[in-house]
């Protein structure tokens, strides 16, 4: 059975930090690309970032250079380092793995909200 399991999630202070992680169990992590995707009430979900199995990154043009997401095969975890963070940050943050044959799971998310 897949899991992604996310944590890290919580309220933090405009320009504050904050350190996702997400769990992975039941895949071969390391041939899976991994992303983070956000939902902000009312409105779609959005992509974040996103590692590919070899290490590629990609990021959304709003969390360019405050952002870094990262991996560690060894223990089947993806991460977003989110510095510098912003009230329209706050959404629902979701772990996403998915792999060349057509494979896509979520994980249940974990909620930042950025707030004074």
């Known amino acids: 059975q897949v899991q992604l399991v996310e944590s890290g999630g919580g309220l933090v202070q405009p320009g504050g930090s904050l350190r996702l992680s997400c769990a992975a169990s039941?895949?071969?992590?390391?041939?899976?690309?991994m992303g983070w995707y956000r939902q902000a009430p009312g409105k779609q979900r959005e992509l974040v970032a996103t590692i590919s199995s070899g290490g590629n990154l990609a990021y959304a043009d709003s969390v360019k250079g405050r952002f870094t997401i990262s991996r560690d095969n060894a223990k089947n975890t993806v991460y977003l380092q989110m510095n510098s963070l912003k009230p329209e940050d706050t959404a629902l943050y979701y772990c996403?793995?998915?792999?060349?044959?057509?494979?896509?799971?979520w994980g249940q998310g974990t909620q930042v909200t950025v707030s004074s």
């Open positions: 996403n793995a998915r792999n060349g044959w057509g494979a896509d799971f």
């Open positions: 039941g895949i071969r992590f390391s041939i899976y690309n």
